[in-house]
């Protein structure tokens, strides 16, 4: 069975720092695609950061790009954001994915390629 759990979120103000992890269970993370997601109230669930399953570097959406930073450890099965630099735009529920074992993920940023999804944990960045 495959799990995916998330941890690390919590309030902060704006400027300071978090480190969100997702520990995977039941699926090698190796050579997978994952993706972080995050979802504001009242906005569509977007892509954050993700690596697909080709050789590729991390994909980062426009407003995190040098202040997020994708890394996964596969010792580990674990997969990690740094957030840097938050600010209030950053609140929302972060959720990691991953998708169905063997599948091929060219375009990492697509929710529709994941199967499975974390509970999420709150991020919360204060003024």
């Known amino acids: 069975q495959v799990q995916l759990v998330e941890s690390g979120g919590g309030l902060v103000q704006s400027g300071g720092s978090l480190r969100l992890s997702c520990v995977v269970s039941g699926f090698n993370l190796r050579y997978s695609a994952i993706g972080w997601f995050r979802q504001a109230p009242g906005k569509e669930r977007e892509a954050v950061a993700c690596?697909?399953?080709?050789?590729?570097?991390?994909y980062y959406e426009d407003s995190v790009q040098g202040r997020f930073t994708f890394s996964k450890d596969s010792a580990k099965n674990t997969a990690y954001l740094q957030m840097n630099s938050l600010n209030v735009d950053d609140t929302a529920v972060y959720y990691c994915?991953?998708?169905?074992?063997?599948?091929?993920?060219?375009?990492?940023?697509?929710?529709?390629?994941?199967?499975?999804w974390g509970q999420g944990t709150q991020v919360t960045v204060s003024s």
């Open positions: 690596v697909s399953s080709i050789a590729s570097g991390p």
């Open positions: 994915a991953a998708p169905a074992a063997g599948t091929v993920v060219a375009h990492c940023h697509n929710e529709r390629a994941y199967s499975y």
